[in-house]
């Protein structure tokens, strides 16, 4: 018998599992394209177990269009998932997650404060509590998140440690297109000429990497490359810091379609 006094060696004096056991939990809202599929497929070279979740979150979403408008495609998402190395899918339906009465919620505060949160007041709050009732119901090791969403992993991992949630985050780099648009399930809503016009987010991005390697501001440049589309309508860039890098983050509606990405500032050092 053990009397341990600290979460440090709590997490010591507690058996852990070995290498082979580990269950690795992908959590998504479907529509999978190859940087989901790059996930899995990270999760499946460290976990012996890979689940992947499908559901679409009511409760990250302000607005019931951007909602209804979200696609589903279960059957396609599900072969993609077993191909990349899942072995269980768990699409529940929102009466199974919220049931009547559901009033309990995890509030990300200062992490969740600015960019996506400012834009999207609730969204980090539904996020939050949709993941940690995810990480209760399949009890991973790894959760695995793409950089993509970066203040989402940060939100993510803040909760983690402030809850003492035992899961380990585990981040995936973003996939992109050729021309270097980030791969989204959003992206499928462009039109062909919308399509073309949204690489100037990467290339925006870029550009303030490259002003921030001469010592110049990487907001400006940034800013001054999404000038050139004056059909754009840009919400933010901002700079914010997670999992201790600096990133330039950029959010921007084409049309009807919202889109976000994020470059590590340090890269270009
Ligand atoms: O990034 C997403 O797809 C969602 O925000 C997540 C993490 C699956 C929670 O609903």
Redesign the pocket.
Known sequence: MKIVSSTIELNAALERPTLADLTGLV????SLHEG?LSLIRLARSECSRVVV?I???PT?FSETRDLDAYPRQLERDAELAADAGAGVVFAPNAEDMYPDGFETWVEPSETAKGLEGKMRPG?FR??AT??LK?FNLVAPHRAY??WK?AQ?TAV?GRMISDLNVQVTLRLGETVREPDGLALS?RNARLSADERDRAKVLPQALRAGLAAHAAHQNAKEAALAVLADDPQLEVEYVEEMTAHGHRLLCAALHIGTTRLIDNMRLEEST
């Open positions: 959590p998504t809202m479907g989901h979740s559901f679409v979150n990250q969204h539904g996020v949709v993941c995810l998140f793409g969403d989402q993510v399930s």
